[in-house]
């Protein structure tokens, strides 16, 4: 199983909404990350855990909490987000952070919508 | 600080045909590693190739190839044989060994379109 996967694949929230974002992988691998895509962009790195310890934060808003309950799983929390906000949230996983050769394999993507 | 550049914004090629997009970067460190991502339409990110910045031998994985200059800091991608299913949008990635833990630092992109 090479799969990372998410849910939900679309979400549209209001601002003083409280939702959150799932992302599941079952190859065994040590790190995982949260980023953020908006349109023809490249993703930028949001959090990176290591296992299951968060490493990096790279200065996010704290309305963005993620959150790893064990070394399959990755939840991102969102809570009073702002329109700005809106935009394509990849999660992706590597065997571990320590290699630079390891290959990170991306989900498909939460599509979130802030009105 | 590492930086990853992507000077074509668009390109278009005929099916069938070899097509080249160019990446440069810049970092100060001397063993790193390159990669080239493919992000189809509403689908996800794919590695593609991978290249060591150590090996000289250039990376390639079936149609897919790469001419890595490291004095020139120039890691360019070619297709051969494009195919309508590699249209996409390609992203350039460099990851350095000592200072960039777990960051890739990605190109603004290249997006690539296939013609029957």
């Known amino acids: 199983d090479t799969e990372v996967t998410q849910t939900p694949k679309h979400l549209v929230m209001g601002m003083t909404n409280k939702k959150s974002l799932k992302c599941e992988q079952h190859?065994?691998?040590?790190?995982m990350y949260w980023y953020k895509q908006k349109a023809k962009k490249p993703p930028e790195l949001m959090f990176v855990?290591?296992?299951?310890?968060?490493?990096i934060n790279e200065s996010v808003p704290s309305r963005f909490s993620p959150e790893c309950p064990n070394s399959s799983l990755l939840n991102l929390h969102l809570h009073a987000l702002q329109p700005e906000d809106s935009a394509l949230y990849l999660c992706?996983?590597?065997?571990?952070?320590?290699?630079?050769?390891?290959?990170?394999?991306f989900g498909p993507g939460t599509r979130l919508t802030v009105l | 600080a590492q930086t990853v550049t992507q000077s074509q914004p668009e390109m278009s090629v005929q099916e069938a045909e070899t097509v080249t997009l160019s990446c440069t970067y810049d970092?100060?460190?001397?063993?790193?590693?390159l990669f080239w991502y493919k992000q189809p339409p509403s689908r996800q990110m794919i590695l593609v190739i991978r290249?060591?910045?150590?090996?000289?031998q250039n990376a390639t994985e079936n149609r897919f190839s790469v001419n890595f200059q490291k004095a020139a800091k120039s890691f360019s991608l070619k297709i051969s044989d494009s195919q309508l299913g590699d249209t996409a949008m390609y992203f350039c990635?460099?990851?350095?060994?000592?200072?960039?833990?777990?960051?890739?630092?990605f190109g603004e992109g290249t997006q690539l379109t296939v013609n029957p």
């Open positions: 992706a996983s590597s065997q571990d952070r320590e290699r630079s050769y390891n290959e990170q394999f």
């Open positions: 290249q060591e910045a150590y090996k000289q």
């Open positions: 970092t100060s460190e001397n063993n790193y590693y």
């Open positions: 855990y290591s296992y299951e310890k968060l490493s």
């Open positions: 990635a460099l990851r350095e060994y000592e200072t960039s833990g777990s960051r890739l630092t």
């Open positions: 190859m065994g691998h040590r790190a």
